[in-house]
């Protein structure tokens, strides 16, 4: 007999607790998801003290026809070829190493790993799987050359002066 | 003489302190002893009784306990060198070189640490080896394996991060090189390493990201993870001593 008056509150209490578990689950996964993004959002900065990807090369003039001038601070090689002038990521494109300029050996080298590049950024050997990338230049309203670092071109563009 | 230092010993075990401090009392019982052991917070991750045999130096070459050697002296050294480490651009490089060559015993700490942060990877290893090629990993122990395998990535990732502090050339091409590496992980790439560096370059925030996880996350992680790793020997019934023991 008090099995069956036990039973209805019994079914009714334990029903209240699985709703309070289910709340209790479901604001812990929501408080853990707030979290996640209030994380991401704070270990991501939105004010970065990086220097400009826009740079001042100076006067196209500085550049005689036929060189390859590396400038180190920014990153970018400036060539003067026969079709005119061109702005190049110094970058290698295996692993993010500065390459230089051999002038001896009229070739981009990286000391990293040994890729090689010809002055237009195309690949020698090594293990860089993809050419320099050639940045976008142009000359501002007061005559300087500016290189754009942050956008590459996707094909060949020259600055003729 | 012998005999009234260890009466002095007991007497001492009897004391009120002593007592109210590890609980089990004097006497040579092995109940006695395997109280010491299981009432110290240290002590207990470690089995009560250890077949004699599983101690051998051929059993391990005592490869784990070195590996805890030297992330001790890591500990031990790597504290004192954050008194004299700023890390910021560009005095981490100058403190680096204080560290080498003003700073009383600067050089002995930081070479201390160097070589046993060298030692300790090469021991994680050679562990790993020893445990993987005696079939130690097997079952009832495979959860121990995976936890041995998350210290090993802990270790290294110890040992990256670890390694941009210098701030010389060599350290920062290498963080450059690393970073880009994490690049090439499939479509998070590029955002785990925005995050990780704090930045696109390698600069002051990835210094001070790179020291915090070398400082604090890492070191925390691996102190628990070692505690899992130490205390899942015991209850996965001692190191594990030989072909004898493995049933199936």
Redesign the interface.
Same mark, same amino acid.
């Given at each position: 007999m008090s099995e069956s008056d036990h039973k209805e509150p019994k079914s009714a209490d334990s029903s209240r607790r699985q709703a309070f578990v289910q709340l209790g689950v479901g604001s812990i996964c929501v408080a853990c998801a707030g979290a996640s993004v209030f994380g #991401?959002e704070f =270990?991501?900065?939105n004010v =970065? #003290?990086?220097p400009s990807p826009i740079t001042n090369a100076g006067k196209p003039d500085r550049y005689p026809p036929d060189t390859v001038t590396q400038d180190l601070q920014a990153g970018i090689y400036i060539v003067h070829g026969p079709e005119g002038l061109y702005a190049m990521s110094a970058v290698c494109t295996h =692993?993010? %190493?500065l390459t230089a300029w051999k002038p001896e050996l009229g070739i981009v080298a990286c000391p %990293?790993h040994g890729s090689k590049f010809h002055r237009d950024g195309s690949k020698i050997e090594g293990p860089a799987p993809r050419p320099l990338q050639w940045l976008r230049a142009w000359i501002s309203d007061e005559g300087d050359l500016l290189v754009d670092r942050s956008e590459p071109l996707s094909q060949k563009q020259f600055v003729r002066t | 003489m012998a005999n009234s230092l260890e009466s002095q010993l007991a007497g001492l075990r009897d004391t009120r302190v002593w007592r109210s401090i590890f609980r089990s009392g004097s006497g040579a019982t092995n109940l006695r002893r395997a109280l010491a052991v299981q009432q110290n917070v240290f002590l207990h991750l470690a089995s009560v009784k250890v077949r004699k045999r599983s101690l051998a130096f051929r059993v391990t070459w005592f490869l784990g306990t070195l590996t805890l050697g030297a992330f001790l002296i890591l500990v031990l050294t790597g504290i004192p060198l954050m008194l004299y480490y700023h890390p910021s651009v560009p005095q981490a490089y100058a403190d680096m070189n204080d560290l080498r060559f003003v700073v009383s015993a600067g050089v002995f700490l930081r070479n201390l640490h160097r070589w046993s942060a060298h030692a300790m990877v090469l021991l994680v290893f050679a562990h790993m080896f020893k445990v993987f090629y005696r079939g130690a990993y097997r079952s009832p122990r495979e959860f121990n394996w995976v936890v041995g395998v998350v210290l090993l990535l802990l270790t290294l990732f110890l040992s990256y991060t670890g390694y941009l502090l210098p701030w010389d050339q060599l350290a920062f091409w290498a963080i450059t090189v690393g970073s880009n590496l994490i690049s090439a992980v499939p479509v998070l790439g590029a955002r785990i390493r925005f995050l990780l560096l704090g930045g696109n370059t390698v600069n002051a925030n990835a210094l001070l990201r790179f020291y915090v996880l070398h400082c604090v996350v890492l070191p925390l992680a691996a102190v628990i993870f070692l505690a899992i790793h130490f205390w899942r020997i015991r209850k996965d019934g001692g190191i594990y001593s030989g072909e004898s023991e493995h049933h199936e």
């Open positions: #991401y =270990l991501a900065p =970065l #003290y990086e =692993l993010g %190493c %990293c | -």
